[in-house]
């Protein structure tokens, strides 16, 4: 059962204006939010992150929601630049003991120039 | 500061053979993980360490050993590797609280004839 869910596998977005990437979880245990970028040939990196506690988490460029009673999250980039394009992932953890993390599949984005 | 190391960064082996990859990371985490990543499936945990001289089992940990017998390494053994096990495999860490990202290698790229 995927706990963590991005369904969305790829999206394109002009350089300039805003993408929106979704995540949706099912366990509402889940206290800890975590977006991650991807290159290719590269290990995911930190990019932002939200406690439950917050329903919103901005760091520059990156803005992420939190909609807990929505099971749901998502992240803003705004503006988009070429270089954001990359996989993203959403991860999710119970910060009570569990130690670990659970990560969605990813999102691919893309944007053009 | 170089982070998360892990070596090699590619290999090729045949089936039935046996391979140990190796992690470490210089930033005194507690914790640590390995994960695989194959299309479509996101980030699957194998095994984790929550500290020197501990394991535990991840989601799909059947044909992999670890050992962590320093805390700066984290070891991910294939005892008779299988096409199965055809791959891209990361190492995280973390220190030992679950509202702090992880840390990733740059993967290591397992092919399996």
């Known amino acids: 059962d995927q706990q963590v869910k991005q369904n969305s596998p790829s999206l394109s977005v002009q350089e300039g204006r805003i993408s929106i990437l979704n995540c949706d979880y099912t366990n509402s245990m889940f206290d800890y939010f975590l977006w991650y970028k991807k290159y290719p040939a590269e290990g995911p990196t930190f990019l932002i992150s939200?406690?439950?506690?917050?329903d919103k988490n901005e760091d520059g460029r990156f803005t992420v929601f939190l909609n807990k009673s929505a099971k749901h999250l998502s992240l803003h980039i705004v503006p988009s630049q070429p270089g954001d394009s990359a996989v993203y992932f959403c991860a999710a953890s119970v910060t009570s003991g569990t130690y670990k993390y659970i990560f969605g599949t990813g999102t691919r984005l893309k944007v053009l120039a | 500061n170089a982070g998360v190391t892990q070596t090699p960064k590619f290999r090729v082996l045949k089936t039935g053979q046996s391979m140990t990859l190796l992690c470490a990371q210089d930033m005194n985490h507690e914790y640590m993980y390995w994960y695989r990543q194959d299309p479509g499936m996101g980030l699957r945990l194998i095994h984790y360490s929550v500290g020197e001289g501990t394991t535990a089992k991840g989601e799909v940990p059947d044909g992999y050993n670890v050992s962590r017998l320093k805390k700066q390494n984290f070891l991910l053994g294939l005892e008779s590797a299988a096409p199965s096990q055809t791959s891209v495999y990361f190492c995280?860490?973390?220190?030992?609280?679950?509202?702090?990202?992880?840390?990733f290698g740059d993967g290591t790229r397992l092919s399996i004839l």
């Open positions: 939200i406690s439950s506690i917050k």
């Open positions: 995280a860490s973390s220190p030992n609280h679950l509202d702090q990202p992880q840390h």
